[in-house]
């Protein structure tokens, strides 16, 4: 059982910048492919990111590419999105998430384990 935990989110304006960071406890956090999705109000989650049990793959949705850099830390059993030039439809709940695969994925069904989210809201 991997445990997840979200923080970092927050009230930005647009163009703003914000580090969301998951902590894991729990299981072997470098055998995870990990992942970053997002759910607006009335919205599907959706895929933001994905990294890598190693760090060095990384998968983006187009609409945060460029903008958003994911990355991880096993040794601390971290991992982080860095949000640059932050718009308001960027306004959402921001989950992480564990996968047991060894490939990446933006499907939400192949995560198996999600944390409880923290809010990112932009201003306009």
């Known amino acids: 059982q991997v445990l997840l935990v979200e923080s970092g989110g927050g009230l930005v304006q647009a163009g703003g910048s914000l580090r969301l960071s998951c902590a894991a406890s729990g299981g072997t956090f470098s055998n995870y492919v990990m992942g970053w999705f997002r759910q607006a109000p009335g919205k599907e989650r959706e895929f933001v990111a994905a990294i890598s049990w190693s760090g060095r793959r990384t998968y983006y949705q187009d609409s945060v590419k460029g903008r958003f850099t994911i990355s991880r830390d096993n040794a601390k059993k971290m991992m982080y999105l860095q949000m640059n030039t932050l718009k308001p439809e960027d306004t959402a709940a921001y989950y992480c998430?564990?996968?047991?695969?060894?490939?990446?994925?933006?499907?939400?069904?192949?995560?198996?384990?999600w944390g409880q989210g923290t809010q990112v809201t932009v201003s306009s």
């Open positions: 998430a564990a996968s047991k695969l060894s490939v990446l994925t933006a499907t939400r069904d192949r995560y198996d384990y």
